[in-house]
C-alpha cells in the first residue's frame, strides 16, 4: 500500500563511507554525507516534460515500494589502469506514485558505492507513454559553501568536448554557461566531489549551469536537434 506522509530513507555504502538520505513527500529530496563530510545538501529531484505535468519537483509523492540489494560483481575493463573492476554498491530502487492527477508512476534508483554515489530514473511503459518528450532535467546540486570548481564551458550542445578545464568558485560561473562534464568540486581539502554520467540510455546528454541560488548547480539537457 501507499506510505502516506513524509518518508526518510537512509542508504548506505558497503564500507560505511558514502550515505544517501532521501526524504520524500510534498516535495523529493536528496543529501549526500561521505565519510562524515556534507557533501551535497537537501536537494530537489524532477522532471518536466512537454505537454505534461512535471514529475517530482513540486509534485507530492507517495511511496509504493521500496527494494534494496547489494551488488558485487567483477567486469572486466578494456583500457585504464584496473583490468578488473569491482562493481560494490548497496540499491535501493524506489517505485513512487504521484498522489494528484494523473497519478503516474516512476521509478528512482539509488546506489550508494564506497567511494561515490549515484541515481537513475526509470519511467514505466505506461508513464513513457504520457510523458513523451522530457524538456528539462529539474535536479539540483545544493552545497553548503561557495565551493572551488574545475569547470570547462561550451558555446553550445554541439561542440566538441575538449577544452581546458580552469579553477574558479562556483558562483562565478555564467547562469547561461553550458559547463561540460566531469565538473569537480572542492568540497573540503580531504573531500573531492566528481560529477557526471553513466550507462545512459535513450537520455539527452547532460551539462550543468549556475543553480537559481548561490552554492548550487543545476542540470542542463541537450535539446532534440
Same mark, same amino acid.
Not at 116 to 139: H, Q, S, W, Y
Not at 155 to 163: A, D, K, L
Given at each position: 500500500?501507499?506510505?502516506?506522509?513524509?518518508?526518510?530513507?537512509?542508504?548506505? $555504502?558497503?564500507?560505511?563511507?558514502?550515505?544517501?538520505?532521501?526524504?520524500?513527500?510534498?516535495?523529493?529530496?536528496?543529501?549526500?554525507?561521505?565519510?562524515?563530510?556534507?557533501?551535497?545538501?537537501?536537494?530537489?529531484?524532477?522532471?518536466?516534460?512537454?505537454?505534461?505535468?512535471?514529475?517530482?519537483?513540486?509534485?507530492?509523492?507517495?511511496?509504493?515500494?521500496?527494494?534494496?540489494?547489494?551488488?558485487?560483481?567483477?567486469?572486466?575493463?578494456?583500457?585504464?589502469?584496473?583490468?578488473?573492476?569491482?562493481?560494490?554498491?548497496?540499491?535501493?530502487?524506489?517505485?513512487?506514485?504521484?498522489?494528484?492527477?494523473?497519478?503516474?508512476? #516512476?521509478?528512482?534508483?539509488?546506489?550508494?558505492?564506497?567511494?561515490?554515489?549515484?541515481?537513475?530514473?526509470f519511467l514505466p511503459e505506461k508513464t513513457a507513454a504520457l510523458c513523451r518528450m522530457i524538456t528539462n532535467d529539474r535536479a539540483e546540486f545544493k552545497?553548503?559553501?561557495?565551493h572551488s570548481v574545475w569547470a570547462t564551458t561550451y558555446p553550445s550542445f554541439t561542440t566538441g568536448q575538449? $577544452?581546458?578545464?580552469?579553477?574558479?568558485?562556483?558562483? $562565478?560561473?555564467?547562469?547561461?554557461?553550458?559547463?561540460?562534464?566531469?565538473?569537480?568540486?572542492?568540497? $573540503?581539502?580531504?573531500?573531492?566531489?566528481?560529477?557526471?554520467?553513466?550507462?545512459?540510455?535513450?537520455?539527452?546528454?547532460?551539462? #550543468?549551469?549556475?543553480?537559481?541560488?548561490?552554492?548550487?548547480?543545476?542540470?542542463?539537457?541537450?535539446?532534440?536537434?
Amino acid at each position: 500500500g501507499l506510505y502516506k506522509g513524509t518518508k526518510e530513507k537512509t542508504i548506505m $555504502s558497503p564500507n560505511g563511507n558514502a550515505q544517501i538520505n532521501l526524504k520524500i513527500g510534498e516535495t523529493l529530496t536528496w543529501n549526500v554525507v561521505f565519510n562524515g563530510t556534507q557533501v551535497i545538501n537537501d536537494s530537489p529531484i524532477g522532471l518536466d516534460f512537454l505537454n505534461a505535468p512535471s514529475l517530482g519537483n513540486g509534485s507530492p509523492l507517495s511511496v509504493l515500494k521500496m527494494t534494496e540489494k547489494t551488488i558485487n560483481e567483477t567486469w572486466n575493463n578494456v583500457y585504464g589502469k584496473r583490468e578488473k573492476v569491482n562493481n560494490n554498491a548497496n540499491e535501493v530502487v524506489v517505485e513512487l506514485q504521484e498522489t494528484l492527477f494523473p497519478g503516474r508512476k #516512476f521509478n528512482l534508483i539509488f546506489r550508494a558505492y564506497n567511494d561515490g554515489v549515484a541515481f537513475r530514473f526509470f519511467l514505466p511503459e505506461k508513464t513513457a507513454a504520457l510523458c513523451r518528450m522530457i524538456t528539462n532535467d529539474r535536479a539540483e546540486f545544493k552545497f553548503a559553501e561557495n565551493h572551488s570548481v574545475w569547470a570547462t564551458t561550451y558555446p553550445s550542445f554541439t561542440t566538441g568536448q575538449e $577544452s581546458e578545464f580552469t579553477k574558479q568558485n562556483m558562483n $562565478s560561473l555564467n547562469v547561461n554557461a553550458l559547463v561540460g562534464l566531469p565538473l569537480l568540486v572542492e568540497i $573540503s581539502k580531504n573531500c573531492y566531489a566528481a560529477f557526471t554520467e553513466a550507462n545512459i540510455s535513450n537520455w539527452a546528454g547532460m551539462y #550543468f549551469g549556475k543553480g537559481e541560488q548561490n552554492n548550487s548547480l543545476q542540470i542542463k539537457l541537450a535539446p532534440l536537434g
